[in-house]
C-alpha cells in the first residue's frame, strides 16, 4: 500500500528544464519499483522512465534518453525526474506509479499504484 503525490509541473519554453517530485506515503518504499508515464491529449498513456526499488537500475524511453533523470531517495520516500532540454513534444501530464516488487518494468498495467499527474506544458 502506498500513496504517489506529484509536484514540480509547469510551463517552460523550449530547451528549458523541469524538475518534479514524487512523494510517497508508505512504508517499506524500497521494494517498490518506480516509474514515470505521459499522457498527452488523445494519446494513450506512455513510458517514460523506471528506476529499481534499490536505485541501482533503471530504463529510459528512448524519446527521453540523454535528457531526463530519475533518482531517489529511500530515506525520504520520494522519487525525482529531472527533465532537460524540453521539447513541445514533451507536453503532457506527468505521472508517478510504483509497482509491488523491485524490477523495472515498462508496462502501464505492471503499475499498481499512480500519483494524481502533474501537468507540464513546453511552449515553442
Known amino acids: 500500500q502506498v500513496q504517489l503525490a506529484e509536484s514540480g509541473g509547469g510551463l517552460v519554453q523550449a530547451g528549458g528544464s523541469l524538475r518534479l517530485s514524487c512523494a510517497a506515503s508508505?512504508?517499506?518504499?524500497?521494494?517498490?519499483?518506480m516509474g514515470w508515464f505521459r499522457q498527452a491529449p488523445g494519446k494513450e498513456r506512455e513510458f517514460v522512465v523506471a528506476?529499481?526499488?534499490?536505485?541501482?537500475?533503471?530504463d529510459y524511453a528512448d524519446a527521453v534518453k540523454g535528457r531526463f533523470a530519475i533518482s531517489r531517495d529511500n530515506a525520504k520516500n520520494t522519487v525525482a525526474l529531472q527533465m532537460n532540454s524540453l521539447k513541445p513534444e514533451d507536453t503532457a501530464v506527468y505521472y508517478c506509479?510504483?509497482?509491488?516488487?523491485?524490477?523495472?518494468?515498462?508496462?502501464?498495467?505492471?503499475?499498481?499504484?499512480w500519483g494524481q499527474g502533474t501537468q507540464v506544458t513546453v511552449s515553442s
Open positions: 506509479a510504483a509497482r509491488n516488487g523491485g524490477y523495472v518494468r515498462r508496462s502501464v498495467s505492471e503499475y499498481d499504484y
Open positions: 508508505g512504508r517499506a518504499f524500497n521494494s517498490y519499483a
Open positions: 528506476i529499481s526499488g534499490s536505485g541501482r537500475s533503471t
